[in-house]
């Protein structure tokens, strides 16, 4: 029996689209880079303030007051939101992530954390844990903290089953134009790979560059963007198995690699 080829370099000759830049954008690049892509980061979205400061601020001043059981943080941007207004967390209040990377970005900014979802890093992976993690208490009083776009899923969820939920907008995705240079290249086959990260990001890559080339690879992070991108009407053919950036990568070495076996049968 033949080994399995592994290959060194399984991403040389591909140019990958990233389309969000900050640290975690330099990091994909990286990543990228070491498996021997060259990585076009090219943001797509970005994050403003949300319209109404006001009840922001006032959940803030609440949360710090400790009037909260628990806050629920579904994003690292919301972590960015907490650090620019420097929230504080009273200290009987506990604090719930979506993920991984949300978990390590409130730990970074010197928060705690109580909760990760142990198998599906999303609202509803959360929802389905709550309640062994929470040891069936209710009402519970809950501050969810969203993007504008978010689906209310996790507070709807909460108050579903009987919890005092305040759901407050922590800021606004907005869509980001991409270079001239860009849109040209993915439209002449020129990109062999598109990420996309969120629902967010799917919308902007079907209007911006759509319709992607057939021997164009969009690759989502994780099943819930892949259903969002196809629902806006996105093809979807490389789907990570987890949430998180190097589940993404390794979703698209292991396309890279059957792509190469196909080139040598």
């Known amino acids: 029996m033949q ?21 975690w954008g330099d990091q994909v690049a990286a990543n990228l880079r070491a498996r021997g892509a060259q990585p076009i980061v090219a943001p797509m979205i970005n994050f403003a303030p949300t319209d109404d400061a006001p009840a922001l601020e006032a959940a803030l001043a609440r949360l710090a007051a ?36 949300t978990a390590a970005a409130l730990i970074a900014a010197g928060y705690h954390v109580d909760i990760v979802p142990s198998e599906d890093n999303s609202a509803r992976g959360l929802l389905l844990e709550w309640e062994t993690a929470t040891q069936g208490v209710i009402p519970l009083r809950v501050l969810t903290l969203r993007s504008e776009i978010a689906k209310p899923l ?8 009987g919890h005092e939920v305040e759901s407050v907008v922590a800021y606004r995705t907005v869509g980001v134009a991409v270079s001239d240079t860009v849109i040209a290249n993915v439209k002449a086959g020129l990109v062999q790979a598109v990420l996309v990260t969120s629902g967010s ?15 164009t690879l969009v690759a989502c992070i994780g099943p819930r963007t892949a259903k969002d991108a196809r629902a ?22 292991t396309a890279a690699e059957a792509h190469a076996l196909a080139d040598l049968s």
Do not use: C, N
């Open 3 to 23: 080994p399995k080829t592994v290959l060194a370099k399984p991403l040389a000759g591909w140019k990958v689209l990233v389309p969000r830049g900050g640290p």
């Open 66 to 101: 400790g009037d909260f059981d628990w806050m629920t943080v579904t994003s690292a941007t919301t972590v960015d939101v907490l650090q620019s207004h420097r929230a504080v967390v009273a200290p009987g209040t506990r604090i719930a992530a979506v993920g991984e990377t």
């Open 154 to 161: 996790l507070s709807e969820g909460l108050r579903r089953v």
């Open 201 to 215: 990001v799917a919308q902007q890559v079907f209007d911006q560059l759509g319709p992607i080339p057939e021997q």
């Open 232 to 253: 806006i009407g996105l093809r979807v053919d490389v789907i990570a198995d987890e949430r998180s950036a190097e589940s993404l990568i390794e979703s698209l070495v």
